[in-house]
Every structure is written in C-alpha cells, then in structure tokens.
C-alpha cells in the first residue's frame, strides 16, 4: 500500500485529495492546524501540527516512515496592503508557504517519495495585490523547477497555479477583486476544489513522467493582469 503526505487535506482542496485517495485505499497522512469537524479521523493518520514550526518537520518526517508521494497543499493568504504588513505576518506566510513546502520535499524525498506536487498559484506567475503572498507563490514555482532539475529526474515533481477556488481563502479576496476576476475567465465561474484536487490528484498519480518540474495553469484562461 503506498503512502501519500497532504498538507492542509482536512479542508477545501486538500480534503478533497484526501476522498480521492481514500477512494483507491491509499495510506493517507494528513497534516493540518486543527481536525475539528473532519469526519475521516477514523480513516487516515492525523498529525495536528502547525508547519510554521518548520525546524522540527525534519524530525517529523522522520517519524512516518516511508512515504510514497508528497502534496504540498497547505498555505495562507492575508490580503494585506504591501506597506501595511505585519512582520509576524510576513516571518508565517513565508514559512508556510515557501520554508515549509521546501523542508518537505527535501525530507520526503529522503523518506522514499517519488512524486511530489506543489500547490502554488496564478498569484506567482502575474502578480498580486497581496505581495508577500505572490512572491511565495512565486518562490515555490521556482522551487519546482529547481528540485526537477537536482533530482535529475528521479523524483516527478510538478506544481499546479489555480486562480481563485471556492474554498475559505476566497472570502479573504476583496469582493472587487472577485467580480474583476469572474469577468476575465471563460467559464464566468471560481473553480471548485474537486477541480483543482483532481489536477493534483493526476499529478501525483498517473502524470507521464516526462511532465516534470513544470506549473499546470489552471485558471479558465484568465486574462487578468
């Protein structure tokens, strides 16, 4: 039975990668912030842990035995004016969105992975109001192509750039900001997290391997710039 690492799987798209690879019996380790109200307890292994703590995933990973495929799901955003920006704001969103994917790949991989996808964001590839949040974005974009090309192929690993997606992080966008959005795509819709969780889902799964160290656009062909 393989073993599949999601970050971020007990909400939005994480746990809707976390229903498909329950649907092929796969040995599931979620982890996330709080389990409240996550109905799959029962059915996965659970790890409550804050990856802001990025020190100490090299001493977790290391407890979980071999693992098999890594998605790096997990990440905030503040939508916050750039000269407007708390520190401690800035010092969690780079850890969790960019120290925290790294350290987990590189740990991972040592634990056996051989798949690993990124959730970065259309955010990292043309900008956003939220800066710090783009540059991360951007800095784990970077990061995929960066890894394919140190593990020489040996790991497949690939990032996917949604635009914005129904899930709790949507209402942190501005409400302008999302009926500019809607205007800018063909489908005049957000997407859902089954869609983007099915990408990642084929990513980690059934991708040919020569689809490696790139960034799958998923964005209804937004044009917004």
């Keep these: 039975m393989k073993t ?40 996965i292994k659970c790890i409550e842990y804050d990856l802001v703590d990025t020190e100490k995933i090299p001493e977790l990973i290391a407890s979980l035995g071999h693992i098999d495929i890594l998605i790096n799901n997990a990440g905030v955003m503040y939508s916050l004016p750039y000269n407007n920006y708390p520190h401690d ?45 783009g540059a991360t974005k951007a800095g784990l974009i970077n990061a995929t192509k960066s890894f394919a090309k140190i593990f020489n192929g040996k790991v497949v690993i690939n990032a996917v750039a949604p635009s914005p997606v129904e899930t709790d992080m949507l209402e942190s966008i501005p409400l302008e900001r999302r009926e500019a959005f809607l205007k800018t795509v063909v489908t005049n819709r957000f997407a859902t997290a089954k869609e983007i969780a099915k990408t990642i889902f084929w990513l980690a799964t059934e991708s040919p391997e020569y689809i490696n160290g790139t960034t799958l656009d998923i964005n209804s062909g937004s044009y917004l710039r």
């Excluded at 709080?34 to 799959?40: G, L, S």
Aim: charged fraction near 20%; include cysteine.
């Design 4 to 43: 599949v690492l999601i970050t971020g799987g007990n909400k939005g798209i994480g746990l809707e990668l976390t229903k498909l690879f329950l649907e092929l019996k796969y040995h599931i380790v979620v982890i996330a912030r709080d389990f409240t109200d996550f109905a799959y307890k029962s059915d």
């Design 89 to 133: 704001k800035i010092n969690n969103m780079l850890k969790l969105n960019l120290e925290a994917p790294i350290k987990l790949i590189e740990e991972c991989v040592k634990a056996g992975a051989v798949r690993v996808v990124n959730n970065a964001s259309i955010a990292g590839q043309i900008g956003h109001p939220d800066v710090w949040y």
